[in-house]
Each structure stands twice: as C-alpha cells, then as structure tokens.
C-alpha cells in the first residue's frame, strides 16, 4: 500500500523529510501546506505533490491524506497535531512536541484518545551510531549508565527569524538543538523519570550579525536586528534513579570553534556517541577503546531523517511501535521548561 503523506510548513526543515519521504518506495507525497503559498508550491513542484495549501485544516480536510509531518514554527506543533489526530491522520511532528507543558498533555491526551501513531521528530534516535550503541547497552555492556555529559556550542550561529523569536520557537538553542543531546543522552540512559534540574540561561551577546568571514545557517525569514532568544543555556539534570546529565548548549559564544561533543559513563565502559562513536572499555588490566567500523560514526543527517521517516511508515503500517512516542516528548518537554523555569527563579526545579 502506498501512505499519501501531507507535509505542513515547507521550511528548511521540511526537505529532510520531503527528501525522505520521496526515497521510500511506499509513500506518495500528496500535498504541501505553508503559510506562503508561494513557497509552498515551490516544494509541491520540486517533489511531485499536486495538491498545495496555505491553511493546514483544508489539508486535513482532505479524506485520502494518510499521515502528516508537522514541520511548522514551535508555537503551532501542539495545535496542528491534535487537529491532525482528530481528522484521523498520522502524525511526524517534529521536534521539540510543543512549547509549554499543558500543550504537551493536550497532545499526549488526543494520541490515546485516536489510536493513531504519533512520532517526535527526535532524529538522533534514528541515527545509525545510537542504533550500534542501543545494541550495546540492552546487552548489558556497560552496565549502568549513572552519568552522561551533552555539548552543542555554536560560537556563530543564531539563525534569526522566528527561531530567535521567543513567541514563536519557545526559546533559543536549548529548546532547537539542546532537545537533541538531552533526548539521545535520556533515551540511551534508559529513559529515567527526571527528578530534578538546575539550569541558567543568558541573554549577552545577541545574535552578533556585525561578524564578517564566517558562514552559518539562516531562516528563510533572518532579520538581524530582531532577537529575544538565550545565546547560552546549561543545565544539571537529575533521575530519580540517581543518574545526572550535564549540559550546555549555545546559539554564539566567544569560543575557538563549534562543535557537537556527547559522552555516557556506566559501570563497566563509557560512551563517546559525538563528534564520533568510540567505545572506552577496560580488558586484561587494561583500558582499550575501541572504534566500531560503519560509515556513519557521527550522526548523518541525511541517513537519520530516512531512517525516521521509514521507522514511521512500518509504524503506521503497524510492523513497529515508533522509538519516539508521545511520552517521550512529553517527559522531554518537562526537562526542557524546567530548566527556562529553574533559570528564571535562579534556584533548583524538584518534579
């Protein structure tokens, strides 16, 4: 059977899954919602779809459309979503769920309510690095994992418009690219219930569009003078299972380079998963680390969108339960908003 998939925003982020979507053979890329028709029939051309929108309810209106992927500003996940359960559709949202923690339980409430399959866009979890390591782990290889550490700094690289909008995104690079490593950090660690966090955010540097010589990437809609965004989030998170997870992610920094860095302590080994998987264990007396040979050790993203995108279709077609379902965007969505909340009142979060 072949799923009819509506794609609603047509935004940067909607070519991983456009470019996905149009690889696996059992989907048709049906129709294409955006708020800028212009741009929307521009994706609807490029792709094959024949059908274009600019308000997502006529697209959802339509009975033939199987699924879709909500590729839309922040502030409109959660709406969309319910909207597209109700109407009996499948849902790719991507990430992070929502903004707020209310919308995150209407979301999850509407997923039992329908029965229908909805996936968070947590792509890491997808990607063929975590998928060896998983292996690793529920084989017991490194014991328990009481400790991991998450870094994604960008010393250049507030992509403006309404990702530096706080109405629009929720806020700046803890919820756009801090929801990555927490989320593959928290799914690799077993998923603990979060007990506690402590988080500071800072507003020091704007969005430096003065810097010349640097290339870095852009929203459709960039406007340097407008910023109401964090440049810099860090954050302790603690499990009720005695785990904690350290954090800091930044959007610009006066830092040497970027760079994304990822490690997981257990018991018995440790985990590099970023800038490239490595395996720290200890044989014979001896610490050995060990470097598993694939041709992805680092996160792809082209590779984790079309393992996502396929991880969805079975799921739909009920061979699968998806990696990342609703609970898990949920419990993220309380780490998230914890840590804004801990940084506004400057003291420790207890759940």
């Keep these: 059977m072949k799923y009819r998939i509506g794609v609603i925003g047509a935004g940067s982020i909607s070519e991983m899954h456009l470019n996905a979507y149009q690889a696996h053979p059992d989907v048709e890329i049906a129709a294409i919602c955006d708020v800028n028709e212009e741009r929307a029939r521009a994706k609807a051309s490029e792709y094959g779809a024949s059908r274009v929108y600019t308000d997502y309810r006529e697209l959802l209106a339509q009975p033939d459309i199987d699924a879709v992927s909500v590729c839309t500003w922040n502030n409109s996940h959660a709406e969309i979503s319910i909207a597209a359960l109700e109407a009996g559709k499948h849902v790719l949202v991507e990430k ?54 998450a870094s994604w700094l960008r010393r250049l690289g507030n ?52 810097v010349k010589h640097i290339e870095f990437y852009k929203a459709a809609d960039y406007d340097p003078s407008f910023n109401t965004v964090e440049d810099l989030a860090n954050a302790l998170i603690r499990f009720e299972n005695g785990a904690s997870l350290m954090v800091d992610v930044s959007f610009t920094l006066h830092g040497k380079q970027s760079g994304v860095e990822v490690s997981l302590y257990g018991e018995r080994g440790g985990i590099i998963l970023e800038p490239e998987l490595k395996i720290i264990t200890e044989k014979y007396d001896t610490i050995l680390e060990l470097a598993p040979q694939m041709d992805h050790p680092t996160f792809d993203f082209n590779q984790g969108f079309a393992n996502e995108i396929a991880w969805f279709v079975s799921a739909m077609a009920g061979e699968k339960e998806t990696l990342s379902p609703v609970e898990d965007g949920v419990e993220m969505m309380k780490i998230l908003t914890g840590i804004y909340e801990s940084a506004r009142l400057g003291k420790e979060i207890h759940f």
């Design 96 to 149: 992070p769920l929502c903004k707020t923690m209310e919308e995150a339980l209407k979301v999850q409430e509407a997923v039992k309510r329908t029965g229908k399959v909805l996936q968070v866009g947590f792509v890491r979890r997808y990607g063929a690095n975590a998928e060896v390591l998983k292996q690793f782990i529920d084989n017991g290889e490194f014991g328990e994992i009481y400790y991991a550490k």
């Design 159 to 210: 992509p403006g418009g309404w990702f530096a909008d706080i109405e629009r995104s929720g806020g700046g690079p803890l919820i756009d690219i801090g929801v990555h490593v927490i989320d593959i950090c928290w799914y690799l660690m077993g998923k603990p219930k979060v007990k506690s966090v402590s988080g500071n955010t800072y507003k020091k540097l704007g969005n430096r569009s003065n």
